[in-house]
């Protein structure tokens, strides 16, 4: 008889056909099993390798600041076209840190999964998280994983958090839009949105709406380097270009006027809203920046997007106003002027 | 988009403004009423009013499907909801529309009813399809434009033996509120809501056609130019509303002859028919009980008809004291006339039914042009 004890056999996940169940949240073999043959086998790296609860970073060096953000992604459908719930939440992250004017360095991801998911969906999902965080250049360093009963959750919903540094001196903030200003955007607007409202209505046209997702930190760190004064750079995410200015005009304390027929706007984006009974300017975006910047600045900081892929359509929509009612003013095409507002109620849920 | 941008044309819409400009009468004042909540999002979404003389008025009227509901058929649904098991099946806006208890649909979606938005009755139809254990109604709300895919809908449950699918059904009808507009004594006698003529409904007309309006144009002496609903639409039918009063002619126009016969749609007409009857009486906010407003579903569909279905009785509910969504329906007051407007009622909080969709009067002026009202 010999003294050694025979490792059990483990079978591999069945990526194929195999669903989440409620061991793989649950403490045990079966979780280890998933972490390491699906999470640690894409998102691997140096910090995740360190298998402990949390991973040890160098810390920034003198002076840098660090910027944090963090955001949960509840997208339906998960996946879309030009995208899927897995790069969006690493872009979504990215573009928070990005936009503060930092450096974007690590990400920590946590699971929230649904007894009876596909394994086969979750394994594109992270094989797209790591794609997207290799392209960004930021790699996931912690995470988390927890599966919930079916019907307590819907499929999977995943939360990023980010962290950057922000080099001595730079700010950049909602709260410094001034009154002489012009305001920028990077490309079309409402892409997103629309993308993911046609697929859940089965609308299809000629050209195919794809999602805008993209990391946008190399874009950002072109236009850094110009030395502009940028004032205030933001992602229209939910709320779109609407929601968005109107919170800068209220952080900053000023008015805008935008002109209609300068915004950016694809015409078969704009046709699936007029169908869809959806206004563009109150549509997601995933890829796409407002700049808020000295005018002076601003054909030189243009010519910077222009120049970069995630910056081709970019366009100068506006200036900033003195005004103590923070309107949002927009000559309409047509010629007359009306407000932007807030949106009111939700004109699309569940829609990052 | 082809079809859709040449109605938006900026260059055509400033050749248009000075056309309206140069045949205005200068002693002359003209007040129209656009009766849809149609014309009423283009003619703020579009800054429209810009681009008139001073002299030219634009009145808002009912013709708004969520305005018009009053507070007692949405307590309807909500009690369906909330308290019937039933799935409610309903368009978008009605979500929104505040009803009694501080609660709206969405709100007692949140309370744990079972409300869902669909984009067509067809969508309904197939959630009661999919759930043949439970109660599946359908909150049919809206002018003639919406009544006919009701009534399909309804021949097509019969037609597949579907036994939990009914309708609550609050369609009302345009020329009976326009009547009743033009008989209220603000207009009839003491003419402190002057209307000199009306743009006529875009896409109800497209289904009634046009020769409902003669009467008005007879009867009462107003003008009614037939519009759709893009802005220059708009700007045309103003133009031809004042011509037509300049030259003292009340005619019935058609602006938009691209969608609208003097006829109509007789194969929506007929499926209406077929399938709903005249109520008597229905009660509208702002316009309290107007005599055969509205519809009900005929006998021979009563299997149906939520209302019998599960026995429900209307009950009239007054609207907030101080809200003025009814004198606003009527054109007796602007928004920015009520107390409410802009404090305590917003298009997060509407307290009037006026606030909730963008169709409607005050959510049409807070969203988009209450910034004229502070400068």
Known sequence: ?352 | MKYIDEFRDGEVAQTLAKKIAAIVEPDRRYSFMEFCGGHTHAISRYGLSDLLPDSVRMVHGPGCPVCVLPIGRVDMAIDLALNRGVILCTYGDTLRIPASNHLSLMKAKARGGDVRMVYSTADSLQIARDNPQREVVFFAIGFETTTPPTAVAIQQAQAEGLKNFSVLCCHVLTPAAISNILESPEVRQWGTVPLDGFIGPAHVSTVIGSRPYEFFAEEYRKPVVIAGFEPLDVMQAIYMLVKQVNEGRAEVENEFARAVSREGNRKAQDRVAEVFELRREFEWRGLSVVPYSALRIREKYAEFDTEKRFGLDYQSVPDNKACECGAILRGVKRPQDCKLFGTVCTPENPVGSCMVSSEGACAAHYSYGRYKDMH
């Open chain 1, 1 to 352: 008889m010999s003294g050694e004890v025979k490792r059990g056999y483990v079978r591999p996940l069945d990526l194929k056909n195999g669903r989440v169940d409620l061991t793989h949240g649950s403490g045990g073999r079966a979780m280890v099993q998933l972490i390491s043959e699906l999470f640690a086998k894409h998102l691997g790296n140096e910090y995740l390798g360190q298998g402990n609860d949390g991973a040890v970073l160098p810390a920034p060096t003198f002076g840098q600041r660090l910027v944090m953000a963090t955001d949960s992604h509840v997208v339906s459908p998960l996946f879309f076209a030009g995208g899927d719930i897995g790069c969006l939440s690493v872009h979504g992250t990215v573009n928070d840190v990005a936009v503060m004017g930092a450096t974007p360095l690590y990400l920590a991801a946590g699971f929230i999964l649904e007894e009876g998911f596909p394994l086969a969906d979750l394994a594109r999902i992270v094989e797209s998280m790591a794609k997207a965080a290799k392209d960004a250049g930021v790699p996931i360093v912690t995470g988390d994983t927890k599966v919930v009963e079916r019907g307590k959750g819907d499929g999977i919903f995943i939360t990023t958090t980010g962290v950057g540094v922000l080099p001595e001196g730079r700010d950049i903030g909602g709260a410094r839009a001034r009154a002489g200003d012009a305001i920028l955007v990077s490309g079309s607007m409402g892409d997103h949105g629309v993308a993911i409202m046609s697929q859940r209505e089965n609308l299809t046209f000629e050209a195919p709406i794809e999602s805008d997702t993209a990391a946008l930190h190399g874009l950002i760190a072109e236009m850094l380097a110009t030395g502009a004064d940028i004032r205030v750079l933001r992602d229209p995410t939910r709320g779109g270009l609407a929601a968005t200015l109107n919170e800068i005009a209220g952080q900053s304390g000023v008015g805008m006027v935008l002109k209609e027929k300068d915004i950016p706007i694809k015409p078969v984006v704009n046709a699936a809203c007029e169908f869809l009974g959806l206004d563009p300017l109150y549509v997601a975006n995933e890829g796409k920046l407002i700049c808020i910047c000295a005018a002076e600045d601003a054909e030189r900081l243009l010519a910077v997007m222009r120049a970069h892929p995630l910056g081709r359509d970019a366009a100068r929509i506006g200036e900033v106003i003195a005004d103590d009612h923070h309107f949002i003013q927009l000559v309409t095409a047509f010629g007359g002027k009306r407000i932007v507002d807030w949106l009111a109620g939700d004109q699309l849920p569940r829609i990052c």
